[in-house]
């Protein structure tokens, strides 16, 4: 069935230092990948997206990569500081019959140690 | 802010009760889906709504049910509660021809 596979599941990096979180698809239809960052308490925030026509797309320190081929894709956060600390999500959506179901990762949980 | 709503915040009930979680999606969007997200988990897709009709279902039983409004605000009914149905409650708004979700606060159900 449809699954997306996430890692790692924690994550502790030094402030300043890069972050990358990684993802696998099972799906071959999905064609949209969007990543969400979760605070406490909080729902899920939209940080960047990509389609599946695009193989990298980059927002300031954050950026992300999609390999189609192997069913891969990564956000990769640099530069990072405390306030990047939350859980980040990462989600696959195939397109049918107009539903954007998105399926998601099981969730990286991100420190970043002053 | 996404500028989508949710109510309550938190709710406790007891297994077998029923309750009513409510959204008000961002404006202009016409589309919303409801999720469940199971403590250090990930969301689940329950269902999709559009033009107040149900048009897309994840692997939840018919217990789970919609509406949604002519004013694009919607409802996530769930009967006889279980245990297991303990979780945030997020609902996400888009218009329609767009990928892009945008999720609510969530609202925390506790069965006991």
């Known amino acids: 069935g449809e699954n997306v596979e996430q890692h790692p599941s924690t994550l502790s990096v030094q402030e300043g230092d890069s972050a990358v979180i990684k993802c696998t698809y099972s799906?071959?239809?999905?064609?949209?990948f969007p990543w969400y960052k979760q605070e406490l308490g909080k729902g899920p925030q939209l940080i960047i997206d990509?389609?599946?026509?695009?193989g990298e797309k980059k927002d300031q320190r954050i950026a992300v990569t999609l390999n189609k081929t192997a069913k891969h894709f990564s956000l990769h956060i640099t530069e990072t500081q405390p306030e990047d600390s939350a859980v980040y999500f990462c989600?696959?959506?195939?397109?049918?019959?107009?539903?954007?179901?998105?399926?998601f990762g099981t969730g990286t949980r991100l420190k970043v140690l002053a | 802010e996404t500028g989508v709503t949710q109510s309550p915040t938190h709710l406790i009930k007891t297994r077998g009760q029923q309750v009513t979680l409510r959204c008000s999606s961002q404006?202009?969007?016409?589309?919303v889906s409801w999720y469940q997200q199971a403590l250090g988990q990930g969301p689940q897709f329950i269902f999709q709504?559009?033009?107040?009709?149900?048009?897309g279902r994840g692997n939840f039983p018919p217990r789970f049910s919609g509406l949604q409004f002519p004013n694009y605000s919607s409802e996530l009914n769930v009967n006889a509660l279980e245990l297991d149905d303990s979780a945030l409650y997020l609902c996400a708004s888009r218009s329609l021809g767009t990928e892009t979700q945008y999720f609510g606060p969530g609202t925390r159900l506790l069965v006991l």
């Open positions: 404006s202009g969007h016409n589309t």
């Open positions: 799906d071959s239809a999905s064609n949209y």
């Open positions: 709504y559009y033009r107040e009709e149900e048009n």
């Open positions: 990509i389609r599946s026509n695009v």
């Open positions: 989600a696959a959506s195939p397109l049918t019959s107009g539903t954007y179901k998105y399926i």
